[in-house]
């Protein structure tokens, strides 16, 4: 037993060092990798205040708010998916499987289109809202009938959904050139635009989200033994998905309406690191935290790589590489015939 908790903590500080190395490699990469290449001693320069040239010092520092807002926007939407995927007993709860990200996606449309608001903490408000109504609903369909909501149901019940609210946003969007120019953009899910604004603006709610997770991650693991379990450890269950629910939702909603709905990476990371490390949400949510931050860089990097001499949006990179994931998972799911 001794021997056993060893190697599951030695595997567990190689993971940490790992994927905080991935945080790194992905940031030099973020910042050297675009239309002009810089060497990472040229990086090392800036940061050093050593380096001379003024071009090379005015894209740096253009593509430094971009790398920082990719980590905080991987991060926070690496724990909201293992804070859904917790709380609903379900590993494809993805806010973007359940059709949480296109409820956003709904209301912010309205915003641009009838209130016109077009950035700022109003969207974010949009958002959170149109995402947070849009998880209860698709949770209440699928937990009508037989069985609650099972895994199958909840990703069915997310893809109607997704799909009516999809359609509702096309025929508010498509009448009007001038929002159709304003959300096409943002639809795909890009960060190429942030500045510090944004990363000023995303970070009070990436703080009270993570904070809102961390102290929930021991009644989770408690309701995840039942709930009869978890009210006779003291747990109050239904504040704890309550306020589960919220800071997901909080941590996804603020990063979807600064960037757009960036899929899979909620789905990805946190079932991975289940599959590897443990069921434990004291380690699941600061390592979903850390990979999602590194996933997101490098598919920004990778997306301008591929993309040369323009870009493709990280939110098309994350799908291609996100859908053969999804599509193992609940291939696995049935298999076990949960």
């Known amino acids: 037993m001794m021997q056993q908790k060893k190697f599951s903590n030695n595997k567990l500080i190689i993971g940490i060092v790992f994927e905080a190395l991935f945080i790194v490699l992905g940031l030099f990469l973020s ?19 050593t380096i001379s040239d003024e071009f090379t010092t005015a894209v740096i520092a253009a593509r430094i708010p971009r790398t920082i807002f990719g980590i905080l926007a991987g991060a926070a939407l690496g724990v909201s998916g293992a804070l859904m995927q917790s709380v609903t007993r379900n590993p494809v709860a993805d806010l973007g499987i359940l059709g949480v990200n296109t409820g956003a996606s709904l209301f912010v449309v309205i915003g641009i289109a009838y209130l016109n608001i077009s950035s700022g903490i109003k969207l974010i408000g949009l958002s959170f809202t149109g995402a947070l109504l849009t998880a209860f609903f698709v949770y209440g369909i699928a937990s009508v009938g037989y069985g609650g909501a099972s895994s199958i149901k909840l990703a069915l019940a997310g893809a109607a959904v997704s799909t009516a609210l999809g359609s509702v946003v096309n025929t508010i969007m498509l009448p009007d050139s001038q929002v159709m120019k304003e959300f096409r953009f943002w639809q795909v899910g890009s960060i190429s635009g942030a500045t510090w604004s944004d990363v000023k603006l995303l970070l009070p709610f990436f703080v009270i989200g993570i904070i809102i997770a961390i102290i929930l991650a021991a009644p989770l693991n408690a309701i995840a033994l039942g709930d009869e379990m978890a009210i006779s450890l003291g747990v109050k269950v239904g504040w704890v998905r309550l306020f589960t629910a919220l800071s997901g939702v909080l941590l996804c909603a603020s990063v979807t309406a600064l960037a757009g709905p960036i899929g899979f990476v909620g789905l990805m990371l946190p079932h991975m690191i289940r599959q590897i ?27 301008r790589v591929l993309g040369r001499p323009g870009e493709l949006e990280v939110g098309i990179i994350t799908a291609i590489a996100g859908a053969p994931v999804f599509i193992w998972i609940v291939w696995k799911t049935k298999a076990k015939g949960i």
């Open 31 to 49: 910042i050297s990798y675009g239309s002009k290449s810089i060497p990472f001693s040229e990086i090392i320069s800036y940061f050093r205040a």
């Open 277 to 303: 490390f443990d069921n434990d949400l004291r380690i699941i949510i600061p390592m979903s935290a850390i990979g999602g931050a590194g996933l997101l860089t490098f598919s920004d990097v990778l997306g």
